[in-house]
């Protein structure tokens, strides 16, 4: 079949620190992972906590009551912007203190979750 090709789409390449989160919230024993290549998702107790959105962002559902008692600290970080439905926000994850900020949040999605 000379001169047929097949357009294959190429996933995006995460960023090197979403990718070692990703690695490192794989080991935490409170979240389930599923989901292959772009669409990874964590979950504590079958609620979707985090979710990959882009090269260097990730989405974390940290409920609208947790966000409102982090609201001053969450507005004067330029990594971490509002998302449409409220409870969750992104995080840029494009430095080392990003990839610690992400998994402090986390370890906050969780407990709201959990209790």
Not at 23 to 44: I, K, M, Y
Not at 81 to 89: E, F, K, S
Request: charged letters at 20%; one cysteine or more.
């Amino acid at each position: 079949m000379a001169g047929i090709s097949a357009w294959r789409r190429t996933p995006t390449r995460r960023g090197p620190y979403v990718v070692r989160a990703v690695a490192e919230l794989r080991s935490w024993p409170s979240l389930n992972v599923s989901g292959t290549g772009q669409q990874v998702t964590f979950a504590v107790h079958g609620t979707e906590i985090l979710r990959l959105a882009g090269r260097d962002e990730i989405h974390v559902r940290l409920t609208a009551p947790a966000i409102g008692r982090l609201e001053p600290h969450l507005r004067a970080c330029d990594q971490v912007h509002a998302c449409r439905d409220r409870a969750w926000v992104a995080v840029q994850v494009d430095a080392e203190p990003d990839l610690e900020l992400l998994l402090a949040l986390t370890s906050v999605a969780i407990k709201a979750h959990v209790a």
